[in-house]
């Protein structure tokens, strides 16, 4: 959201109320100011307010810009909406560091830089809630790039500054002449105005004469002072009462430099970085810069610029690297011995159980102990070769024949254990017998279907299909008399043939169909599409190409025989665009354009076949 509102940070660090207080009181009595005679609007600027957010879930550690906030920005203020481990950075348009830059953490202060002057704030870590902030009052004298120093996830920083509609105070149109050499005069606090005043019947003047100061406010780095006026008469410089002169100048406060040598160099120590590691030693780092105070200001902050190390005494210089430790590491505790293997006999596992557990004795996550080091928690068993035995199902109950001799079955494996099942020449001894002969006494007048052998695949490879010969017998005591495949309807019918494939194709070439001749005389063309296929019917390009089909061949070669059909006319105007685009090959167009087609072939009989395009 972006409003409109009025502030006056243009006119720097309030000249631009005293500017106003003093005009104000030379000003007439009707309250408007000098410059105000066209009843205009107030020379105090207007400003659009910009406001942003920052806010994501997850990011890589290390510098995420938030935003730009552009050269004239004033009121600016950058905040994290609640306290973390991140910090918030500032940098330059040419990427020098202003704060926090170069993964150096600067502890909070006041710092001068792009004409403005920022100031740092970091919360206590223990009693507040409250995130990072930075706020400048600005103007800015160029771009400033706002960054995130990313530790912790969900990090939100808001942030909010001023832009000016208009950068400079102006006077409105017919401004009295008179009034500017006292405005300009506001501008510059530590130069008494010559405004004299002058009795009318002695013709005496009067005028304010500096007669002192008070005690400066700093002992070093340029201070301030308030200069102690006396009231005088001009020739002879002698003190009057104050009411003579003009009360608009005692009433202004009137400063002047004092203390203007620098102050001793001394290092600035920032914050120690986060530790390395979690657990067990680890390293931090702080930045140390040598700085020198070069300014005071009167609301006690302070300018200070960075010098050379040598004025701070480089072997007093504080450490910028220390170990740490912010806890004892978690360790790894085997609680229980290894478990009964698995098996009985042959190859199993075995398990244990393994637990991380803090320097108090409390269990805690995997994580955080070092997974590298983490004990084996399930490892093999081998417990020796297990006895091969014969196992056998029980005897099927029915014989294979309703009458007659027949046969039950079984089934016989070889397992290892009862769990393993091992090829059947792995156990020892005799293999038991899977089948046995039985009787189901003698066979009466009964009828039954045969099945003969089944015949070869009819494909050498892929799918195909094989048969066999079904009969219908009357069995009697053993004689077997084959009788009329109707006698045998009310049993169920054996299958007579079946799918088989002996092997896979691999590649080969596919063909359709031929199309239909393209003439029925006079040498026309057919074609079909010849496409290579594996075998999951996919295309492939590894087929012969030696052994490709033809996709064309010659039809119909037997001369025309000249005739009249009655009913070969044009059905439409522009059958002359059909012949000419060689669309006459294709049946359709033959048959509503059959006089101008019949005609365009007898003139040119081979140009519909050359012309065709081929699939």
Known sequence: MAGLWQQPCYLGQGRVLALLHLICLLSPATGALPWDNTGGSSPLEQFEVVK?????????????????????????????????????????????????????????????????YLTYRRPNEIRSRNGESITAPGPLTEDLHVYLIYQ??????QYEYSMPLNQYLAPEPGTPSAVLPLGEEAWHPNQLPSYHTVNSESHVTYTWMKNGHTECSTTCGTGKRQVVLECVEKDSQTAVPADVCHPAIETTKWEEDCNIQPCPAYWDVGEWSECSRRCGPGTQHRQVICRQVTDVHASGTETSVTVTSELCGSSDMPVTQSTCQLKICSQWDIR????????????????????????????DDDQECNMNLKPDTIQNCDMGLCARSWFTSIWSQRCSAECGRGSRT????????????????SCEGERPPEVTSCDSGPCQNRLEWYTGPWSQCSAECGNGTQTRSVACIFNSDGQMEVVDQLKCSSLSKPITSQPCRLKPCGVQWYVTEWSACSRTCNAGFRVREVRCLADNIVPSDRCDPSLIPESREECNEQPCVAEI???????????MVVVQARLCVYSYYRSVCCASCSRAQETHPNSFQNNHIHR
């Open 52 to 116: 942003g957010n920052f806010s994501r879930t997850f990011l890589h550690v290390g510098y995420h810009k938030i935003a730009e906030i552009p050269a004239g920005a004033c009121n600016i203020s950058i905040q994290e909406t609640k306290k973390s481990q991140n910090y918030l950075a500032l940098l330059s348009q040419r990427g020098v560091s202003i704060i926090n830059g170069n993964w150096l953490i600067n502890r909070p202060g006041i710092y001068a830089a792009l004409g403005t």
């Open 152 to 157: 912790q996830p969900f990090p939100t920083v």
């Open 336 to 363: 229980s011995e290894w478990s009964p293997c698995s098996v009985p006999c042959g190859v199993g596992q075995r398990t244990r159980e393994v637990v991380c557990v803090s320097n108090q004795g409390d269990v």
């Open 410 to 425: 079984r089934s016989v494996v070889c397992l290892m254990d009862l769990v393993t099942n091992l090829p059947l020449d």
């Open 565 to 575: 059909d009655p009913l070969c006319s044009d059905k439409y105007h522009n059958c």
